[in-house]
């Protein structure tokens, strides 16, 4: 069976990279009912320093951001949100206290509240979601696309954007963008192996190596926090020279996560891959 390919990038892009990052401010120890404070204070830093620190590297590559917000960290941090749409970045939902837990019937619910906080910080609704902890069901979908959501960055079983599908049926006006299928993540180096930054470097360069060699999507996700996130100086380091690194191959093309589902969904049928 052969490999689909990304046939359709915009303008004739061979490969297509989003640099998204997951605010993961203090919802994150809000959440487990810690105090924000000392040990648990690592959510703090990412609008004190990571944010704004991250935002200056990507930019002075002319590289957009799109931020996944959690409805907490807007409410706690409203003028670093509406900053980052006045720079140019998008701003998408992550659920409100960063739910890494099942929440059942409750779920429409905290999405419409943390939409409507985002809504009236932005002045305009946000388009996008991703899974604070990758669970997701049908009804969280279904509660997705009644607010007007085009896309969901949540799934890790493909690397190119598809249509999504609800209840056995594939829908031609939300598509999934999946993330994280090969640690194109920091957690995971920084949280749990305490990987060196050069080595994290190096395993991000390899992947985009071989996602430019196919003509793929390159979506790398990296939180802000200190902890287990790239906001610190040496880690912030490691996405400033990997945006280098790919911004030196021809026909790379960074984009918003909400312009690659509006391209997709121009021509969906180009993107009923799984
Ligand atoms: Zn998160």
Redesign the pocket.
Known sequence: MPIPRASAWPEGARCVVSLTI???GPC?EAGRGLSQRGYHAHGRYSAKRGIPRLMRIAEGHGVPITF?V?GYDAEAHPDTVAEMQARGHEVAA??YL?EAWDVGAAEPELLKKTHDILTAILGKPVTGW?S?SGRKTALTMRTLKSLGYVYDSSDKDFDLPYLATIAGEVQRDFVILPNNTSSLDDYPFYRVSWTPTSEVLAHWQQEFDATYAEGGFFNLTI?PRSGYGSGTPSRAGVIDALLRYIKARPGVRFLRMHEIAQWCLREPARWQFA
């Open positions: 997951d605010f993961d994150w996944f959690s992550h659920g960063h991703r604070p939180h």
